[in-house]
Nanobody
Framework: QVQLVESGGGLVQAGGSLRLSCAAS????????MGWFRQAPGKEREFVAA???????YYTDSVKGRFTISRDNVKNMVYLQMNNLKPEDTAVYYC????????????WGQGTQVTVSS
């Protein structure tokens, strides 16, 4: 069982930056693909970024060049550095994890709100 707890959300002006953190429990964290998803009001949850156990990273097109996902396997942490934020980035951001190769995320955090004002 893996538990995920996000932090770091808040209110920021357009063009600003935030760093989201996700603390993971469990001894097998290093074998997990970790991802960030977001859900805006009235919209479906969407993929934002992911990082495999190998360190390979993936991003949705709208955040490429602005967001960076990283992980610390010693501290069992995943981060999402968000720069040049836009009002359309406003959403609840969720951390998720799943074993490499399974193609799914079995564990989810409770979410953290990110609000970008124009």
């Amino acid at each position: 069982q893996v538990q995920l707890v996000e932090s770091g959300g808040g209110l920021v002006q357009a063009g600003g930056s935030l760093r989201l953190s996700c603390a993971a429990s469990g001894r097998t964290f290093r074998h997990y693909t970790m991802g960030w998803f977001r859900q805006a009001p009235g919209k479906e949850r969407e993929f934002v970024a992911a990082i495999r156990s190998s360190g390979n990273t993936y991003y949705t097109d709208s955040v490429k060049g602005r967001f960076t996902i990283s992980r610390d396997n010693v501290k069992n942490m995943v981060y999402l550095q968000m720069n040049n934020l836009k009002p359309e980035d406003t959403a609840v951001y969720y951390c998720a994890g799943g074993l490499d190769g399974l193609g799914r995320y079995d564990y989810w955090g409770q979410g953290t709100q990110v609000t970008v004002s124009s």
